[in-house]
């Protein structure tokens, strides 16, 4: 399967199985219980030529925080065990993603040192079934998770479906990206000799 990972985190507000594989195609699998978040996961998954297997049982009755939250960090964390080294990647990713009257600005660093820039301001608080405000939490736990340097950035836009589709979508790209092998790299691209 390549560059893969099989997670399992099982809490009391969440259960939640993932297979993760970065050398894949861009085929998705996702039932999270909340529609619109399958949707920006499949977009993530085919955008990225990613391929995802994901189930979540969340405690929906509460409200969405625990389910899009835990499946960020299960997502870091299977980005994390499938680079495994990191050895030979290009580290670096980032990418300007334009969805209709939409510019995204996304940049990934694999450095080991998490950090999250997010400058999305959103005006509605939902969209379909999904909270908005939960976009932001759900990138914190990504890149906490899978330790990782992760600015996300509107540009332009006005309508908050095309916005954070066009969030996850260019995080999809700079991933990619930045997961990619180069020939030139031997061991990984840092002078400390490790990520």
């Known amino acids: 399967m390549g560059r893969s990972a099989v997670i399992s985190r099982i809490t009391k507000e ?91 600005l996304c940049a990934v660093d694999l450095s080991g040192r998490p950090y999250l820039g997010f400058e999305v301001p959103l005006t509605a608080e939902r969209v379909g079934d999904f909270e908005t405000e939960m976009v932001k939490e759900f990138f914190y736990a990504v890149s906490y998770s899978a330790e990782m340097n992760l600015h996300i950035r509107k540009l332009s836009g006005d309508n908050n479906h095309h916005i954070i589709e066009g969030v996850f979508k260019a995080f999809a790209k700079a991933l990619d990206d930045a997961t990619l092998p180069d020939p030139r790299i031997t061991g990984v691209l840092s002078t400390k000799g490790t990520l």
């Open 14 to 104: 969440t259960d939640i199985q993932m297979k993760f594989n970065i050398d894949g195609s861009g085929i998705a699998n996702i039932h999270t219980g909340i529609g619109f978040l399958d949707h920006m996961l499949n977009s993530f998954a085919r955008h990225g030529f990613f391929d995802l297997e994901l189930t979540v049982k969340g405690d929906l009755e509460v409200d969405t925080h625990h389910t899009i939250e835990d499946t960020g960090i299960v997502l870091g964390a299977a980005i994390k065990e499938a680079l495994g080294d990191k050895k030979s990647i290009k580290r670096y990713g980032n990418i300007i993603l334009p969805m209709d009257e939409t510019l995204i």
